[in-house]
Nanobody, 123 residues
């Protein structure tokens, strides 16, 4: 059974940092691209970052580029999202997701999803 479990969310002041983790199990992690998406209340789920199955290709949304860093540890079946210089507009539920090998920005192209972790940035 596939499980993606996010952790690391919380409340932080603007300008602060958080590191999200997503632990994966139940599928061959090393064959899957991993993505982070977020959804704020009343808004559509949006792409944040993605990393391909070997970690050689990475993509970021323009709104987070230069502030967020995605990485993966295939030995631990875990993907991370380091978030620096956080802004109130980064407030959302953050989800990790998995799809076969190659990264995509469209959430409907991801097969597996976690339950999400809340990130709240106060001004």
């Amino acid at each position: 059974q596939v499980h993606l479990v996010e952790s690391g969310g919380g409340l932080v002041q603007a300008g602060g940092s958080l590191r999200l983790s997503c632990a994966a199990s139940g599928f061959t992690f090393t064959s899957y691209a991993m993505g982070w998406f977020r959804q704020a209340p009343g808004k559509e789920r949006e792409f944040v970052a993605a990393i391909n199955w070997v970690g050689g290709t990475i993509d970021y949304a323009g709104s987070v580029k230069g502030r967020f860093t995605i990485s993966r540890d295939n030995a631990k079946n875990t993907v991370y999202l380091q978030m620096n210089s956080l802004k109130p507009e980064d407030t959302a539920v953050y989800y990790c997701a998995a799809r076969d090998k190659f990264i995509r920005r469209t959430h409907t192209e991801y097969a597996y999803w976690g339950q999400g972790t809340q990130v709240t940035v106060s001004s």
